[in-house]
């Protein structure tokens, strides 16, 4: 709901658990006011201003309090260089328009033919707020060079001590939560890879040192935007704590033309006091119901190629494979990398999207057809944005990649990246996915982008800024069409595993491909990272071979499924090297999983536990799935029990395994009685059902 008082000059945006407040000042200048528990719009006019306890004139008197800075000695979120060389921008408001849960403030500069808007959405089931800003230059003459367009500032009120909560990383160990105190002065998270990035995710959770698991307020943020980006955190001499983010790393600037405007993605923002873990789950009620395009749809079972094979696909081998997925329930089978092109390695072939004569002598469609008839989907692995100098294509188009001219192009992986703001780029791209996907029986794309940017620049464009921005553009133009033009087709969101996992390609995928570490006692906390602020219904799991490939750690095979199926099970390990026992238990899981799957999959998610012993409960109506781990201690330590979450004390519960009955009040106060036997990795997994 949005309320406006005309004296005092504030909106008020409520959300069923939450508020926000913003007021015009005097000047015109539209001030930050309120972001906290629920304020009636009376109590949201009374709230005071923040007062800087050292005014002096070395400070700015409005100390951390613009919605959207343009001036001060903090970070500034709009940066603009006017033609004749005026920096600074004076804001003239404009009116507002209120269209349900959508606000738009209007603002003009007061001088310079430069308009603003302010966008604001709130929804009923959701604490999110949405946030973003149109600049538009009004004026016929010179163009103006924006040198930082954020999507949104934010601002807490001030706490005690303030303590940020980010996930760190690189490939094939994303999504490390880290948490610790905001130091003085500027934080700069940022990506400059062109990708969201396995270093970092554009999420920032913010509380005063003291909130937990189960209590505490956090104020978090998430960017949608998949290139690269800037969140810079500011812990003032004031003590205020502001941060402000959008699209592009520093550096990245953008020409404004006469009639042109910009639109920066989506900055949204979440206040909760119900802790990390009340946060992270109303991230992913709004990730499920506004952001994800099939939200509602159950993810199926995937069978995944790639560490069986590499490079080494061919129709045979894939059938092969295929029928033993089929057999262990898989219920869509992707076909990885090494399929098209002169691609027996990663030097050579991408962009050459034609399948591999030799493995595929009549094509793609006897393996799809095989596929089908043993009743699974059918997916492929494709890396669009990417092209070896080894390929026909490279060699016909090497001005199509983003380069600099008479500078060194850089390779990795042996790839270059081709250049998705140019029309052409975009259109062939577009082309032979397009084909790809009408002229087979094709439902799963496996979108992967499998190196950051280098050396990016469009010779000639005299706009270089915009490589960077137009290329994520594109990428999404494509994936739209692609969903719009067929209706069945589902899309993996992948960037050498999860480094290009956010709200904004999520917005047009159905799950992410989590890590390219499948290893699953590494997996438990890069799960718990990816789970901080996405849900299960997008992490894709899948149990791979062991010893595994990467780490070397032999783990039981009902571990590496109780992990995976935290997620989106999937298998993704050599069937053929299992044995016929293997292969039946795995069946067994499958089964298993399929049972859980809406609890998992749909359900509301609870972390429990610390190490040695953790778990993740997830609760859907009468029905509560507990997968608890247990990584190796010592002879004589009891771990502390697994106290589940959001029972109801009064009622009983039955495990759907032993059929014994226990009391909620029990399980609350006493914790899960689980099997873990040994000092080694165990696991279980716990059903249980309200009885009425
Ligand atoms: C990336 C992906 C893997 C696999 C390979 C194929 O690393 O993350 O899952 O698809 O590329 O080359």
């Known amino acids: 709901m949005i309320e406006f008082d005309p004296t005092h000059r504030i909106w008020l945006l409520s959300t069923p658990a939450s508020a926000y407040a913003l007021r015009l000042d005097e000047d015109d200048t539209l001030c930050h006011a309120h972001w906290g528990r629920p304020l009636t719009l009376e109590q949201a006019a009374a709230v005071p201003r923040f007062r800087n306890p050292a005014e002096s004139t070395f400070e700015h008197p409005r100390e951390g ?39 738009t403030i209007h603002l003009h500069d007061r001088h310079y033919p430069l308009a603003a808007e302010l966008h604001y959405r709130v929804r009923e089931d959701s604490d999110v707020l949405e946030r973003w800003t149109v600049l538009r230059h009004t004026g016929t003459d010179a163009p103006m060079e924006l040198l930082r367009a954020d999507s949104a500032s934010w601002s807490v009120p001030r706490l005690p001590d303030y303590r940020l909560s980010q996930v760190t990383g690189a490939w094939s160990s994303e999504f490390r939560l880290r948490r610790e105190p905001v130091p003085g002065g500027e934080t700069v998270l940022t990506s400059r890879r062109g990708v969201s990035g396995h270093h970092a995710n554009p999420w920032i959770m913010i509380d005063d040192g003291g909130a937990g698991e189960h209590h505490g307020e956090v104020w978090s943020t998430a960017l949608a935007w998949s290139g690269s980006w800037r969140v810079t955190v500011h812990r003032s001499s004031a003590e205020r704590l502001c941060w402000t983010g959008g699209f592009g790393h520093e550096g990245v600037t953008w020409w404004l033309g006469p009639g042109e405007s910009l639109e920066t993605p989506v900055f949204a923002g979440l206040y909760s006091a ?61 076909m990885d990398d090494g399929w098209f092109g002169a691609r027996d390695s990663d030097g050579a072939g991408l962009g050459d999207w034609a399948p591999n004569p030799g493995k595929f002598p009549a094509g793609l469609d006897p393996l799809i057809a095989e596929v089908r008839r043993l009743g699974m989907r059918f997916g ?32 990795l992986r042996n790839q270059l990246v081709l250049d998705f703001g140019r029309p052409e780029v975009a259109a062939w791209a577009h082309g032979w ?55 069945r087709l589902r899309i993996e969101t992948c960037a050498g595993g999860g480094g290009r996992v956010d709200l904004g390609v999520l917005r047009r995928t159905d799950e992410a491909w989590t890590s390219d570490n499948t290893d699953a006692a590494d997996r438990i906390a890069i799960q ?75 359900g509301v998610q609870y972390r429990l536990g610390d190490p040695p012993l953790t778990g993740v409960q997830y609760v859907a109506d009468e029905r509560v799935v507990v997968l608890a781990w247990r990584l190796p201690t010592s002879f004589g330590v009891s771990p ?20 014994i009955v226990h009391h909620g009040a029990v399980l609350l106060a006493h914790g899960l009685p689980l099997d873990l036997p040994g000092t080694g990795y165990a696991s279980a997994l716990v059903r249980l059902t309200r009885l009425p």
Do not use: C
């Open 65 to 103: 309090e613009a919605e959207l800075p343009v001036s001060g000695f903090g970070p500034s979120a709009l940066q603009i260089r006017f033609p004749g060389g005026a920096r600074e921008i004076e804001w003239r408001y404009d009116g507002h328009v209120v269209d349900g849960g959508h606000l």
């Open 274 to 334: 119900g802790g990390f873990g009340g946060t992270s789950r109303a991230w992913h009620a709004y990730i499920t119901r506004h952001v994800l395009p099939a939200g509602s749809e159950l993810r199926p079972v995937i069978y995944n190629s790639w560490e069986a094979t590499g490079w080494a696909v061919t129709e045979e081998g894939q059938k092969r494979l295929a029928a033993l997925a089929a057999e262990v329930g898989a219920e869509l089978f992707v």
């Open 380 to 411: 492929i692995w494709v890396e669009p944005e990417m092209v070896n100098p080894d390929s026909d294509l490279y060699r016909a188009h090497p001005d199509w990649v983003l380069h600099q001219p008479d500078r060194h192009r850089t390779l």
């Open 433 to 487: 996915l397009d084909r790809l996907v009408d002229g087979h029986e094709i439902d799963f794309l496996k979108w992967d982008m499998n190196r950051a940017f280098t050396e990016a620049g469009r010779p000639g464009s005299g706009d270089p800024g915009r490589v960077w921005i137009d290329h994520v553009r594109g990428v999404y133009d494509i994936m739209d069409r692609l969903r719009a033009d067929h209706p």
């Open 528 to 602: 718990h990272g990816y789970g901080q602020l996405y849900p299960a219904r997008t992490m894709a799991a899948w149990v791979t071979d062991s010893p595994h490939f990467l780490t070397g750690r032999d783990l039981p095979l009902r571990f590496r499924f109780h992990v995976a199926m935290a997620g989106v099970l999937g298998i993704g390990g050599d069937l053929l090297s299992w044995s016929a026992a293997e292969r039946e238990e795995a069946a067994e899981f499958v089964a298993l999983y399929k049972e859980i799957r809406p609890v998992v999959q749909h």
């Open 640 to 659: 502390v029990p697994l106290r589940p979450r959001a029972l109801d004390p009064d009622a009983r519960y039955r495990d759907d395994d032993t059929g």
